[in-house]
């Protein structure tokens, strides 16, 4: 067991890999949205997900998929799976960079979404930090007319959905197993 001051440590090294993953899993997708779809691409991810899921499963036992919160995980579940279809369907369109940025506004969206659907207050310095988050965003990008494009749309809808996908696994962390 580790002990508590190396637990932020190893939770900042997954938060890095992941990041890694879901770059490298945009890096891969749009070298082959041209050729493959974007359900075959989100079935593909789907099933690398399952498996994971499996193996756990096999490891701890069936009743790590026991929870009280079912809808909660299901709303989880079908925003970050469309959070991934916008993201799928940029890709083909926009160009990488673009894509990944606009995808990765989603912790900007976090406080509009915790403020409309859990009725969180925020801080005025919080609401400073998202604009300069967007201020930041717009000067990477340097819109011009090529960013009002279909693709574009798709991949702000991405970090939107995202966005949601984190609150409820926010959420979600207050679940306990039911015995």
């Not at 498996?51 to 929870?67: A, D, E, F, P």
């Not at 673009?98 to 659907?117: Q, R």
């Not at 967007?134 to 007319?145: Q, R, T, W």
Request: with cysteine; glycine share 6%.
């Amino acid at each position: 067991m580790t002990s508590r001051k190396q637990r932020p440590l190893f939770a900042a090294f997954i938060c890095v890999l992941s990041c890694l993953c879901v770059s490298l899993m945009g890096v891969v997708s749009k070298l082959v949205s041209h050729e493959i779809s974007a359900f075959t691409i989100l079935l593909s991810l789907c099933i690398v997900i399952f498996l994971g899921t499996s193996v756990q499963v096999l490891k701890q036992g069936i009743s790590t998929l026991r929870t009280n919160r079912i809808g909660l995980h299901c709303v989880r579940g079908i925003v970050g799976v469309t959070a991934y279809v916008f993201l799928f369907m940029a890709l083909k369109t926009t160009p990488l960079v673009d894509s990944m940025l606009l995808n990765n506004t989603a912790p900007i969206w976090v406080p509009f979404i915790a403020f409309l659907w859990l009725k969180v207050r925020m801080r005025k310095e919080i609401w400073l930090t998202v604009a300069l988050g967007f201020l930041g965003v717009i000067a990477i990008l340097k819109p011009d007319s090529g960013i009002f494009l279909t693709g574009s749309f798709f991949a702000l809808l991405s970090g939107i959905f995202a966005a949601i996908s984190f609150l409820a696994v926010a959420r979600l962390k207050s679940t306990r197993a039911i015995a």
